[in-house]
């Protein structure tokens, strides 16, 4: 931001940066073979939604041709508000082969007819759903308990990838109402997937999503 | 309709005022160092006093004042809303996270503070956590985070610079007016009381008029953000439905933060616009409304 931008208060959202979300459709196989960490078959794409007439018709235009490229491969869509006022879109594959390349397909398809119409500079983040089974509970320990999720979250702002890990209340169910996160967790993968995924460097810019739908 | 490239237009005519502003701030100063220059004596030791006031006013004054009015950080776990808000709002401004806090206090109102993007506060006070729906709450604290892009606070600071020399000027004559027993340097000192009171009556309105131009960029910078200038028409309208029938005490503690307040916290309303630090509600409502309509392709 230039000095004139200061001085006059100038503000423009800035629009996405260029696009690394492919990375995980590479990273994941290693996140699978090497440490457990197994794609759970679904991704979404939060944005804001404008509730004018124009963006409203450019997200059915988009929803129609991601059903249809994702009825080759299985892929399911479906639209979801949350609380806080952001839509998420969420990709589903088939329950029997989770396919993360197909998902960062469709993914992409979303920002990118999002972003052809002018809207780039709404969408937030990518959001793709791990299982984590590393860890006691997991296939590693004794007894077959659940395995947590990990989310793997693209901001679409900075083009970087960082892992979201939210906290269990002590061996419960996950939870978010606490909104508790297990930063250490998320420091591990990080340093697990090492170079494979471009991952955001600033600690304080892993910003938490709350009420991810998946 | 064609793909466009941004969904706001421009603001030109708000930028132009707002540089014709601080250029004629500019002007005045430039004369007023110029006087002190020409008559020489003294002038030296209240720079260097005012420039001391200034540092201390940079570094300390957001931790004064939340000290002073009991303001006090929240984490996640006690105001998940709150944080979830500010955290995407964050991502969508590519901003690193501020520091939050609340202030226990019935008045709706909000406020940032901080010289830099990376020691920021932004503070919401409970009663415009309980009055104030998700996406009105989104709108002020957009507002608020665009006071901090645009970095308000430090160019409010310094623009107020010679303002507050001009201040302290007039105090140290009161107080040692006549001291000099000289004649020639007397009447130096008169000259230079006299140009510090125009500055500083110059000054004053030009800095009124620079806050309001900047609440307006604020009011836009948080529309542009959240792509949804009618929150932030409804939360303004629904804050300042109640900011008048607010004890008086509050409001006494609450009036030296005014500047960075979203509604000025003022029981009375001012007789003159001129004087005052935020646009009239009607204005900052009319061009929420422009907003509105170029964001609806109807502008």
Known sequence: MGLRDILTGRRSVKGPAPDKLFAISTAYVTLETEHQIMPSGTAAIVFQALATSDFESTLKDMEGVVTATGGDTGTTVSTQDDSYGYRWMILRSPADKPCVEDLAVGINAVSGSIETAGYGDRLLCAVFAFDDRSGPGGAAGSAPGRASRVYFIYNYKRGFWYPFVPARADGGAQTDSEQARSTERELQIKAQIGSELPIEPELERWFPLWGIPI | ?299
Do not use: W
């Not at chain 2, 984490?75 to 401004?93: D, F, K, T």
């Open chain 2, 1 to 299: 309709m064609a793909a466009r490239r941004t969904s706001f237009g421009k603001d030109t005519g708000l930028q132009a005022r707002m540089l014709l502003t601080m250029f004629l701030l500019g002007l005045v100063y430039a004369a007023f160092v110029g006087v002190l220059f020409a008559v020489g004596a003294g002038a030296g030791v209240i720079i260097v006093v005012a420039v001391v006031l200034l540092l201390l006013q940079l570094f300390t004054s957001d931790k004064l004042a939340m000290a002073t009015m009991g303001v006090k950080e929240v984490s996640p776990a006690q105001e998940p809303e709150l944080h979830g808000i500010i955290e995407r709002l964050c991502v969508q401004a590519d901003l690193p996270k501020p520091r939050v806090c609340v202030m226990e206090t019935p008045m709706p109102n909000a406020f940032a503070m901080g010289r830099s993007q990376k020691s920021t506060t932004v503070c919401a006070t409970r009663g415009i956590l309980d009055m104030l729906s998700p996406p009105e709450l989104e709108g002020v604290m957009a507002h608020e985070l665009t006071h901090v892009i645009n970095r308000d606070v430090m160019v409010m600071t310094l623009a107020s610079f010679f303002a507050t020399l001009a201040s302290l000027i007039l105090q140290f004559s009161f107080f040692f007016g006549g001291g000099f027993g000289n004649r020639e340097e007397e009447s130096d000192l008169e000259i230079v009381v006299l140009v510090s009171v125009i500055v500083y009556a110059v000054s004053f309105l030009l800095l009124r008029a620079l806050s309001r131009y900047r609440e307006f960029a604020a009011d836009r910078g948080s529309a542009v953000l959240t792509g949804r200038p009618s929150a932030l028409a409804s939360a303004l309208l629904k804050i300042s439905g109640t900011i008048e029938r607010v004890p008086a005490q509050d409001l006494r503690t609450a009036e030296g933060l005014s500047a960075f307040f979203i509604v000025p916290a003022r029981a009375k309303k001012s007789l003159l616009n001129l004087f005052a630090d935020h646009p009239p509600l009607e204005q900052r409502l009319a061009a929420l409304q422009r907003l509105e309509a170029q964001l609806q392709g109807t502008a």
